[in-house]
């Protein structure tokens, strides 16, 4: 079965601390993986994205996101959070193969408190 | 100027009524979509239009009705509205069809609730 799962319903982080967001995936084939975020009452953005070259990938607004096969993992991280991170974050999977469709995790809200 | 752009943003309605949403992107895209988020903002895909045709119909009531009268707008009709339709519904448009690149780009959201 191919699914995608987003580890924390929740993160709180300070504003200046490191952020990360845990994403784990499992797939008979070899997936591309994405981050989308979602700004209150905003449609979503896509952060970065990992299509079977550089393992780290690096996006929008300073976040990265690490590939590792072996872990099947593809979490977000961030040095430095800043308040205009607080947002809704989306670990979104495409299975080679598959028509135009992406598989969304459940989301993790990202709070970022002073 | 609005990639993708969706009216109404918000819907207020009662059971039993028919709605429409409307959807239109100016990006030059070729492959539109409509998405359903619900209160977890669990979000599921309901239709893909390639070039004005169907590609993806997931298992969504006939009571829901895509129409694209060209490759720049995607609508949604819903009859017959229940409570269970309340959700965000995301129009989003991607440049390629049955590729992997991934990258939609997302209107920002219609907020339809059944009363």
């Known amino acids: 079965a191919q699914s995608v799962t987003q580890l924390d319903s929740h993160v709180s982080v300070s504003e200046g601390t490191p952020v990360l967001l845990r994403c784990n995936y499992s797939?008979?084939?070899?997936?591309?993986l994405f981050w989308y975020v979602q700004h209150p009452n905003k449609g979503l953005q896509l952060l970065l994205k990992?299509?079977?070259?550089?393992?780290l990938v690096k996006g929008i607004n300073g976040f990265e996101a690490e590939f590792k096969k072996s872990e099947t993992s593809f979490h977000l991280t961030k040095p430095s959070a800043h308040m205009s991170d607080a947002a809704e974050y989306f670990c979104v999977v495409s299975f080679t193969g598959t028509a135009s469709k992406l598989t969304f995790g459940t989301g993790t809200r990202l709070q970022v408190t002073l | 100027d609005t990639a993708v752009s969706q009216t109404p943003k918000y819907l207020v309605t009662q059971m039993g009524n028919d709605k429409s949403i409307k959807c239109e992107q100016n990006?030059?895209?070729?492959?539109m979509y409509w998405y359903k988020q619900d209160s977890k903002k669990f979000l599921k895909i309901m239709f893909s239009?390639?070039?004005?045709?169907?590609?993806i119909n997931e298992t969504v009531p006939n009571r829901f009705s895509p129409k694209s009268p060209d490759k720049a707008h995607l609508n949604l009709h819903i009859n017959s509205l229940e409570l269970g339709d309340s959700a965000v519904y995301f129009c989003?448009?991607?440049?390629?069809?049955?590729?992997?690149?991934?990258?939609?780009?997302f209107g920002e959201g219609s907020r339809l609730t059944v009363l």
């Open positions: 239009y390639n070039n004005k045709e169907l590609i």
């Open positions: 990992y299509t079977s070259a550089a393992t």
């Open positions: 989003a448009s991607s440049q390629r069809r049955g590729t992997n690149t991934g990258e939609l780009f």
């Open positions: 990006l030059g895209h070729d492959t």
């Open positions: 797939s008979s084939y070899s997936p591309s």
